[in-house]
């Protein structure tokens, strides 16, 4: 959580940059000061405007491992794992697709012929909806083996799950005939 703060002090940081507040020649020692604050070990950063780069930067260390290894350092094209940042990007897609009619919000997720044999022996993975998978109401655990346990029968109660995000991508796929990458 306190790398998630340090992270949109650094974005605001940029915010503000841009409107001259800060001289563009400070801006990767601020970035640097600000990583050292957080506890951060790298990241990349650029300012685009009008659609173009504007400024970019990349400072410190891919992962900091034990005893100051690093896997070294971060360079232009180095990709970072997003992980649950992403997840609000995917909630507006499915939002987007639902205003379309492409998925409806409390349709069961299987009905859209997607199979996610991890949960599709319990008859509970029928109560699946991507509502349900939006409010982390699923029953399923945030990551789990083969197959997934239910924690509890889904709309129940709140469990932050990874897993059930995966199944929705997979109907997301599925239904529209493109990668989440496209």
Do not use: C
Not at 16 to 29: F, I, Y
Not at 104 to 130: H, Q
């Amino acid at each position: 959580m306190r790398n998630l703060a340090v992270s949109l002090i650094l974005l605001t940081s940029f915010a503000v940059a841009q409107t001259a507040v800060m001289p563009e020649k400070q801006w990767g020692e601020t970035v640097t000061g600000l990583m050292r604050k957080g506890d951060i070990p790298g990241l990349s950063i650029a300012v685009i405007r009008d659609g173009k780069i504007h400024w970019e930067g990349e400072f410190g260390q891919k992962n900091a491992v034990n005893d100051g290894v690093t896997d070294g350092p971060v360079l232009r094209d180095t990709l970072f794992s997003a992980a649950s940042l992403s997840k609000p990007v995917f909630a507006y897609i499915v939002l987007r697709l639902v205003d379309r009619g492409v998925i409806d919000l409390d349709k069961p997720l299987y009905t859209y012929g997607f199979a996610y044999d991890r949960i599709d022996k319990d008859s509970r993975s029928k109560l699946i909806t991507a509502r349900r998978v939006l409010d982390h109401t699923t029953g399923l655990p945030n990551w789990g083996g083969t197959p997934l346990e239910f924690l509890f029968t889904p709309g129940e109660k709140f469990n932050y799950s990874g897993e059930g995000y995966v199944y929705l991508q997979g109907v997301v796929e599925h239904v529209t005939g493109k990668s989440l990458e496209e």
